[in-house]
């Protein structure tokens, strides 16, 4: 695992041959696609007060932060570069993912090898976390922009928005597994998209895919995508979950994207660009999601991790039925 920061804009080819030789020992076990980009810079308004003086997605979910989470979610997926787009003050998430020798040293010590074990595992060894800067909030087309000089223009890659946990508990494979191989199968950027009801489509942005929306764990071509339009409008029932699959290309796209309200660079914007001239696929999921961007879809995660954790689990159940009863 390697951590390194570079400076948003810089050239960085120390971190580049580093990477690539880390890739070359990869080719044969590993999906084309390698690498992920999570936009961490944001300050986590919607979870105030609880992410005042921590990252919101450090704020953990039963026993590990959210983050680890979703890295888990792109381990799992055959993704082997990690580069968070984050903030100065967003250190302790890479610290999380960092070596801590002193308190694994007392941990050795003191004999508590299951605590050690379960540190060691937090990301495995063949894994990097690479962390780069966005110096100003300019929207999450600008974020993912400046990820450009270590993902590169020609390497296509996924985007996690780390708000959301995608449980695809029960499931072989993951959605985001299936999602990359639909990106490699047809050669289109894809969009996670969930079914949601038909009275909530306007709190999101919905796909258009023309007629027949494609079965779980299947693409088929976008039209467009409509911003929570009003109920009665909506093309569909399938909402963006935030979790993308990019070609390199889309970094001239968003380069070359004029900034909208509040001087923002909108990854949508690049993305319908992308669309008009290539073609965009909805890929629609298996599994669930959960927003952690606010308090109840913590609370709601807490509920679904909760019962069926190993360790904890068959008491949390109890505490449940327990409260329930008081009710």
């Known amino acids: 695992m390697s951590v390194i920061l570079p400076v948003p804009g810089g050239d960085f080819p120390m971190a580049r041959r580093r990477s690539e030789r880390h890739i070359a020992t ?12 999570l936009p961490v810079a944001g300050f986590g308004t919607r979870c105030l ?14 026993d590990r932060p959210v983050i680890q989470y979703v890295v888990q979610e792109a381990v799992d997926a055959g993704i082997r570069d990690i580069v968070l787009v984050t903030h100065a003050s967003k250190g302790a998430i890479e610290n999380h993912f960092d070596k801590h020798f002193e308190l694994e040293t007392s941990l050795e010590a003191k004999g508590k090898h299951e605590l050690l074990e379960e540190l060691n595992a937090i990301l495995p060894d063949d894994v990097n976390i690479i962390a780069v800067r966005q110096p100003e909030p300019l929207g999450l087309g600008h974020a993912v922009l400046c990820a450009r000089p270590v993902i590169g223009d020609d390497a296509p890659f996924a985007v996690l928005l780390p708000d959301v946990l995608v449980d695809d508990e029960g499931l072989e ?23 949601v ?3 909530m489509t306007h709190k999101y942005g919905i796909v258009d895919t023309g007629g027949e929306a494609p079965a779980p764990g299947a693409s ?6 409509v911003e929570k339009p009003p109920v009665e409008e909506a093309p569909s029932n399938l909402a963006v979950i935030g979790r993308y699959v990019l070609p390199g ?3 001239a796209r968003l380069a070359d994207t004029p900034p909208g309200a509040g001087g923002e660079i909108q990854l949508t914007d ?9 073609g965009v696929d909805a890929y629609r999921m298996r599994g669930k999601t959960f927003d952690c961007g606010h308090q109840l879809g913590y609370l709601e995660a807490t509920l679904a991790y909760g019962r069926r954790h190993a360790r904890f689990g068959e008491g ?5 039925d327990r409260y329930a009863g008081e009710a």
């Open 270 to 278: 690049a993305i319908e660009s992308l669309r008009a001239d290539e």
């Open 49 to 62: 007060p609880a992410s005042k003086a921590i990252p919101k997605e450090m704020i953990t979910i039963v």
């Open 197 to 199: 009801p038909h009275e």
């Open 26 to 37: 990869l080719d044969k076990d590993c999906p084309m696609i390698r690498k992920a980009v």
């Open 220 to 225: 088929s071509p976008l039209v467009g995508v």
């Open 249 to 251: 290309s889309i970094f």
């Open 316 to 320: 949390f159940r109890e505490l449940l």
């Open 173 to 195: 494979h993951n959605d985001l597994a299936g999602m990359l191989e639909a990106f490699e199968c047809r050669g289109h950027a894809q969009l996670m998209v969930e079914e």
